[in-house]
């Protein structure tokens, strides 16, 4: 990912979250989400973040992006493991179910594998079916912890999912 690329990765996030999130987060946060705020956001996290963060996206080859991942070190409060996480994933709406999702999910998967990442994890919202189907099929199982994060004013479950990269 490139400065070039925040606006329209922006977009991907706000949009993907408004498909994904409709009736798991409170439609007035997701109404006003603001994708010039979040392009802002994602450049200032890519000129002054942590280096060990990695933004992948998918190019149409028409020089229109499909999706983004972020991914990077494991995030368990102070504690620092040698496991990865995928911090993000989400496409244009109009091109779930296309092989793209899978696609990037399979780039990120490898680039953790070849750091030498033992394992992978990410988080997924409980009563997000559709996403966790996706990452089940990808070799991604629950693992049984459970966390809930405030937006919007409501509490909102997520539940952790892990796969070993190391065979």
């Known amino acids: ?20 999130y ?16 979040d392009a802002d956001r994602q450049r200032a996290r890519l000129l002054d973040g942590d280096r060990r963060v990695v933004n992948l996206v998918v ?10 991942a972020a991914l990077g070190p494991y995030r368990d409060g102070e504690t620092r493991t ?15 179910g296309r092989g793209v999702g899978r696609a990037l999910l399979s780039a990120a998967v490898r680039h953790c594998a070849a750091a030498g990442h033992q394992r992978m994890y990410l988080w997924v919202l409980k009563g997000n079916a559709p996403a966790r189907r996706f990452y089940e099929r990808a070799g991604f ?3 049984g912890a ?4 405030e937006v919007g004013g409501s509490v909102v479950p997520e539940v952790r999912y892990a796969k070993d990269l190391r065979g």
């Open 1 to 20: 990912m490139r400065t070039d690329d925040c606006a329209e990765v922006a977009a991907i996030r706000i949009r993907g979250w408004q498909h994904a």
């Open 59 to 68: 190019d149409s080859g028409g020089g229109t992006l499909l999706g983004w």
């Open 146 to 149: 459970e966390e809930a994060f």
């Open 82 to 96: 040698e496991d990865a996480e995928l911090y993000a994933l989400y496409l244009r709406p109009q091109h779930i």
């Open 22 to 37: 409709k009736g798991l987060v409170p439609q007035p946060y997701l109404d006003g989400l603001d994708i010039a705020a």
């Open 141 to 143: 199982t629950a693992d």
